[in-house]
């Protein structure tokens, strides 16, 4: 393993990225791949993490420019077992344990990813070299030389968690779908990220539905006040409304960094969190 014999000095001080290999959400969006579902590939000097896998990740992944090598991967994390987050994480697996031959790497979620009608299947779990159940509010769990707290449950037909990554002096928080509620802001908020990617399907409407709007996103970026905010997981109405104006409105509106994400954008995160300084 490449980080074996680095010093701890040298281990949290490697650059740090994120590459949206899909930014698409929602049903129509991804049905249809509009904008692709594949989740992001994060990472935090050598310690390579694909968060929220959905259908077209290992192609996506092994497409890119430079290709993402599922076998570099230390660990699959998922937010919550919906398809659109966790529809390639089987292939993911197979293809970080060359197979199911060289058991390793660790999977994360939340437990009802794993029994009843479970998404982690049986005989994928046991590939990995470490299953996690993550419990809400809690951590940190240890990827190597990446700590990984949890948020309180998100409101969502099933176990959600955001998740708060620490590496370093860098703080990088997600937060998944789920519906708005008031506390939910300030829990992210203790953890004070530097940057915070969010899911915001929905644009405009007052269905009662699990998922944030527009809206609720700016007021939880608000009530956040990270440094750098990324806006991905679209689904149609946030298509037509164009996220990269919509983000330009919420930059000028809260005086803060927002970046829309689009396929294949790759956020240095070192670069992004020192342009905008103290
Ligand atoms: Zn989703
Ligand atoms: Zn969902």
């Known amino acids: 393993m490449q980080t074996r014999g ?15 290999l899909g930014s698409g959400g929602a049903r129509f969006v991804v049905a249809r791949q509009l904008r692709s579902s594949a989740g992001m590939w994060m990472r935090f000097g050598t310690t390579q993490i694909h968060v929220d896998p959905g259908p077209g990740a290992l192609v996506r992944a092994l497409s890119h420019v430079p290709p993402c090598n599922p076998r570099e991967l230390d660990a699959i994390v998922l937010s919550h077992k919906h398809l659109d987050h ?3 994480v089987n292939a993911l697996i197979e293809a970080m344990t060359s197979g199911g031959f060289r058991r390793r790497g660790q999977i994360l979620a939340p437990a009802d990813a794993f029994e009843n009608g479970p998404v982690v299947l049986p005989y994928a779990q046991r590939y990995a070299g470490t299953v996690v159940r993550l419990e809400p509010s809690s951590g940190p769990y ?3 030389n990446v700590e990984l707290r949890t948020s309180m449950p998100h409101l969502h037909a099933v176990q959600t968690y955001g998740m708060h990554f620490t590496y370093g002096h860098l ?12 506390g939910l802001a300030e829990d992210y908020a203790r953890h004070k990220p ?9 644009y405009r409407d007052d269905a009662k539905v699990d998922h944030l709007t527009f809206d609720g996103a700016r007021s ?10 990324i806006l991905q997981h679209f689904g149609t109405k946030m298509l037509e409304a164009v996220p990269r104006h919509l983000a330009q409105e919420l930059e000028d509106e809260l005086g803060l960094r927002v970046i829309a994400a689009h396929d294949g954008l790759t956020v240095d995160l070192d670069t992004e969190v020192a342009a905008v300084g103290v």
């Open 194 to 202: 530097d940057v915070l990617v969010i899911n915001v399907l929905r």
């Open 86 to 88: 966790s529809g390639d």
């Open 220 to 229: 939880i970026v608000a009530g956040v006040r990270p440094r750098v905010a």
């Open 6 to 20: 680095m010093q701890p000095t040298e281990r949290s001080t490697g650059r740090s990225s994120i590459l949206f």
């Open 142 to 144: 240890v990827i190597e």
């Open 171 to 182: 703080r990088v928080a997600y937060l998944p779908c789920g519906r708005f509620f008031d």
